[in-house]
């Protein structure tokens, strides 16, 4: 790889790290229980898209599996999540 593909996976690398700690604290302090959960949800597709990063780092397809596993778990949960919210504002 050429030097200014190994700067742009650094610059990404470092997006990343950021948004991944921004998530945490929105876990750890988020006010209420949605803020938690949607920044969960944050927390999630940054590992995914960490993982992307990783595969195209060292050319490999290994991590593809477990992209596509984290995907649909994620979109299951959200859906599930959402569909939680729902129901309790029905109830109120």
Excluded: E, N, Q, Y
């Amino acid at each position: 790889m050429t030097t200014v593909t190994w700067v742009v996976l650094a610059i990404d690398a470092a997006m990343l790290t950021v948004a991944a700690v921004l998530s945490v604290l929105r876990v750890a302090r988020g006010p209420r229980a949605l803020d938690r959960i949607v920044a969960s949800d944050v927390l999630v597709a940054v590992v995914l898209a960490s993982a992307g990063l990783a595969m195209v780092a060292t050319r490999s397809g290994l991590l593809l599996p477990v992209i596509l596993g984290m995907s649909l778990l994620a979109f299951t949960s959200a859906m599930a999540v959402g569909r939680l919210i729902r129901t309790k504002r029905d109830i109120k």
